[in-house]
């Protein structure tokens, strides 16, 4: 049977992925126009940097999937030494950040676009703009516990079975 943080790990990554995935299919399918002029997220700065940081945590794990998946199925690690713990722990935590700071550029832009030009952009816009990126808030959530996670298991004494780099 894994462990408990092994299956945590995967159901987060798997949760964290659907959100990131949904944020990004809600921020790029948002537009509106006006006058002839469409308007998309490219538009707007902040909306970039949030779909590029929800892309940039996509692949981040999708990337880490297959490593939770072993990991749960083996109850091994595919590198069997200390550098995924550390790997994983290190790169979790710049994926939050990073998911963080888009989340409070979105809600910000939204913030301040609904305050100045609400007549002119279209409230639905914005607030679907505001629910991608309460959508992506959710995803830093489950990333956050991966942070939590894998600094326990990071601190955890290895198991006496290890044997080398592969094992």
């Not at 809600?26 to 929800?54: P, R």
């Amino acid at each position: 049977m894994a462990t408990k943080s092994a299956i945590a790990t995967l159901v987060l990554r798997i949760l964290t992925l659907a959100l990131i995935a949904a944020s990004i299919a809600l921020l790029a399918t948002n537009k509106f126009t006006v006058d002839g002029t469409k308007t998309t997220f490219k538009d707007v700065q902040a909306y970039k940097y949030v779909i590029s940081a929800a892309l940039l945590g996509f692949l981040y794990t999708l990337f880490q999937i297959p490593f939770a998946i072993y990991h749960v199925a083996t109850e091994k690690r595919v590198i069997r030494n200390e550098c995924l713990p550390e790997f994983d722990f290190y790169a979790d935590q710049i994926v939050a950040y990073i998911l963080a700071t888009a989340v409070g550029a979105g809600f910000a832009v939204t913030f301040e676009f609904k305050k100045l030009v609400k007549e002119i952009m279209g409230e639905k816009f914005l607030d679907k703009g505001n629910i991608a990126t309460g959508v992506l808030f959710l995803g830093f959530l489950c990333v956050a516990a991966q942070v939590l996670i894998s600094a326990m298991s990071r601190n955890s004494p290895p198991p006496p079975t290890r044997r080398g780099f592969f094992g």
